[in-house]
């Protein structure tokens, strides 16, 4: 993001007024869009309310913006007396379409993170750069001379990659397959947006844990499904309530999370596995897992998934690179069978012409490598390293005020505050004091609950994080109800 420079002659505010002007000229605010508010901006842009208020004085006396009371600042429409023709309503098509935006705490959430990059991250559900193997991919890509053919792939991902995959699957996960009937994806998010879009249609029911991941993903509204809730316990979701949810919409599709699960680290309980399979078997109804926590397993034994235990045939398995190494390559995969997989490489096709080759080929090179599983030792520790600190800090700062249970793998810990404070204001309070969160109603859950991750922050930094984030907490117990 622009930032103005502190060091040049020119006064902040007129290089923040040259800024604005040239993203005016260049289309991007049309004549009649609204400009960011002068406290938004100024802290995006790192200065003083002030300064921004002296920019936009400065545009609004070459007539390149108007301000009226009440609706903000925007752009003119009679720029130098030259009236714009049958100019798109571009705001009209931004808030159209099918497709709807992310959730407002989410959008909120990446503002602020982008806007202060000093911001104790306890939100993004992604490893931080010293958990990467960031050396060893390095060393591998030194040593491996890649494919010069940089043109479009097979569509269904990299065979090289997808025979890694066999026995990779098989070693790690008990998963019996072959490469035909594993789809290489962008990530998990991909393939989950793959199936609501061709293996559901809109009106569909579908049921979703409850918390769960997949409410942070407007894919499955956008999609016009409708969503039934099926509650979280300690040992995961209850199969009698997904029969109850069955008989009274006639769910067409579950999705679980069973290791691990997000946001609650709960670990679907093996009794309850076999009669989920069974109940599947029973009303043909595919269950949609997805499994990105299970090698963060801190015991280094995570339980078998689901797939391992399919004998019907009624499990589509997503995997991920994304919470084991690098999030950044973007390489997922999905097992399922053939007739699904060339049906959601087809649609994959249509949108990207296959992903990029060579991610594929660092990750099919890391999963047969030396550093694997040395690699895997490491992240465990460290992770449960930084839940230590996190747990360690909260019984510190909150005792009394909030409830947990400790998690035995993944990157989340899941709380519940024990005082009624409103989701909205919390944030606002603790991105306010340095520390960022998800509030836990993303995730479909009532007021009250929130998702710490661990993996991202600094493990340096965990403690002053839940200090911020206490000191939020109280600042708002202590002001009155209106």
Not at 290 to 299: A, H, K, R
Request: proline share 7%.
């Amino acid at each position: 993001m622009w930032k103005p420079d502190r060091e040049s002659k020119k006064p902040l505010y007129a290089q923040i007024a040259d800024h604005l002007e040239q993203r005016i000229s260049y289309g991007e605010f049309p004549p009649g869009s609204q400009l960011p508010s002068e406290r938004k901006l100024a802290e995006q842009l790192g200065v003083n309310r002030s300064t921004v208020i002296l920019a936009f004085s400065e545009l609004r006396s070459m007539g390149i913006i108007e301000g009226k009371s009440g609706s903000g600042t925007r752009v003119t429409m009679t720029k130098w007396g030259a009236t714009p023709k049958h100019t798109p309503n571009w705001k009209r098509y931004a808030e159209g379409g099918n497709f709807l935006p992310n959730l407002p705490f989410m959008r909120r959430i990446r503002e602020a993170l982008s806007g202060a990059p000093a911001l104790i991250d306890f939100a993004s559900g992604e490893l931080s750069g010293d958990l990467a193997p960031s050396e060893e991919i390095s060393n591998l890509m030194s040593r491996h001379q890649y494919t010069a053919y940089l043109g479009y792939d097979h569509p269904q991902g990299y065979i090289p990659l997808r025979q890694v995959l066999v026995p990779y699957l098989n070693k790690y996960r008990q998963i019996q397959t072959t490469e035909s009937s594993i789809l290489i994806t962008s990530g998990s998010q991909q393939s989950l947006y793959l199936i609501t879009q061709c293996l559901l249609s809109p009106g569909d029911a579908v049921a979703i844990e409850d918390p769960s991941y997949c409410y942070s993903l407007p894919m499955f509204q956008s999609a016009g499904l409708r969503l039934f809730r099926l509650p979280v316990d300690r040992d995961g979701a209850c199969p009698e309530d997904l029969r109850a949810l069955y008989r009274r919409h006639r769910i067409k599709m579950v999705f679980l999370n069973p290791n691990y699960q997000n946001p609650t680290g709960a670990v679907l309980g093996m009794e309850r596995r076999k009669r989920l399979l069974e109940l599947a078997s029973e009303l043909g109804l595919p269950v949609v897992e997805d499994d990105p926590f299970s090698l963060t397993s801190y015991g280094g034994m995570p339980p078998a998934p689901l797939k391992a235990m399919d004998a019907a045939g009624s499990v589509l398995y997503i995997g991920s690179f994304s919470k084991i190494a690098a999030s950044g390559l973007r390489v997922g995969w999905m097992v399922a069978p053939n007739a699904i997989v060339e049906r959601l490489a087809d649609a994959r096709q249509q949108m990207d012409f296959g992903l990029s080759v060579i991610p594929q080929q660092v990750a099919a090179q890391f999963l047969k490598s030396d550093y694997f599983e040395p690699h895997l030792d490491r992240l465990r520790m460290q992770l449960q390293f930084k839940r230590d600190l996190l747990i360690a800090a909260l019984k510190r700062e909150l005792t009394g005020l909030i409830s947990f249970t400790v998690p035995e793998g993944g990157l989340h810990l899941w709380c519940k505050l024990v005082p009624q404070v409103h989701d909205g204001k919390l944030l606002e309070e603790a991105i306010r004091r340095g520390v960022v969160f998800v509030p836990g109603s993303v995730y479909g859950s009532d007021s009250g609950y929130v998702r710490f991750t661990f993996a991202r922050a600094r493990a340096e930094d965990i403690d002053a994080g839940i200090s911020r984030f206490a000191e939020a907490l109280r600042a708002l117990l202590e002001v009155p109800s209106p």
